[in-house]
T-cell receptor, first 111, second 118 residues
């Protein structure tokens, strides 16, 4: 399983764009990069997934450079409700496809 | 769509009793479900992988006789904490993977169950 490293915490202000970078130096060829969001006392929620270049949905964008050793989750114009923990995950094939969570990034949005 | 429910959402029990937590996929079928435990301010820790019709696969350090998992159908997995003790107090979360899912390995998480053992 590829190990991921991301900042423990980040602060930002309402209306700003927030970028959270995750490094996954030993990502395998078949691995996808997935981001989840978790609010306190709730289960995680899928945000976005990508394999290479850029992926965008109604919630976020995911930027992945050519070497795929890192990825950046971009949240446009954040609001207070975006305060949560964000997990960058690289599940591996062939091992029940289980997800091993790292420490995540605790994002705190300030008014 | 793709909703996972857990029941109960919270439970308080006395030390030594057993507690059963249900995880259901409401609108999809899941051959594989996963059980996690989360302590305050910590990340989710995978406990076991639950496969429909077969024995669960436990992560290293997780006692299979203490945390009994049953996955009797494609929409239901149960976790029973046997002889619970205060150190078992935690937030238990299940997830399920849609066998017909489009996004690779997308897992849908339940809302969690808060267990408090007195």
């Amino acid at each position: 399983l590829a190990k991921t490293t991301q900042p423990i915490s980040m602060d930002s202000y309402e209306g700003q764009e927030v970028n959270i970078t995750c490094s996954h130096n030993n990502i395998a060829t078949n691995d996808y990069i997935t981001w989840y969001q978790q609010f306190p006392s709730q289960g995680p929620r899928f945000i976005i997934q990508g394999y290479k270049t850029k992926v965008t949905n109604e919630v976020a964008s995911l930027f992945i450079p050519a070497d795929r050793k890192s990825s950046t989750l971009s949240l446009p114009r954040v609001s207070l409700s975006d305060t949560a923990v964000y997990y960058c995950l690289v599940p591996a094939r062939g091992r029940d496809d289980k997800i091993i969570f790292g420490k995540g990034t605790r994002l705190h949005i300030l008014p | 769509g793709a909703v996972v429910s857990q029941h109960p959402s919270w439970v308080i029990c006395k030390s030594g009793t057993s507690v059963k937590i249900e995880c259901r996929s409401l609108d999809f079928q899941a051959t594989t479900m996963f059980w996690y435990r989360q302590f305050p301010k910590q990340s989710l820790m995978l406990m076991a992988t639950s496969n429909e019709g077969s024995k669960a696969t436990y992560e290293q350090g997780v006692e299979k006789d203490k945390f009994l998992i049953n996955h009797a159908s494609l929409t239901l997995s149960t976790l029973t904490v046997t002889s619970a003790h205060p150190e078992d107090s935690s937030f238990y979360i299940c997830s399920a993977r849609d066998i017909a899912g489009v996004i690779y390995n997308e897992q849908f998480f339940g809302p969690g169950t808060r267990l408090t053992v007195l």
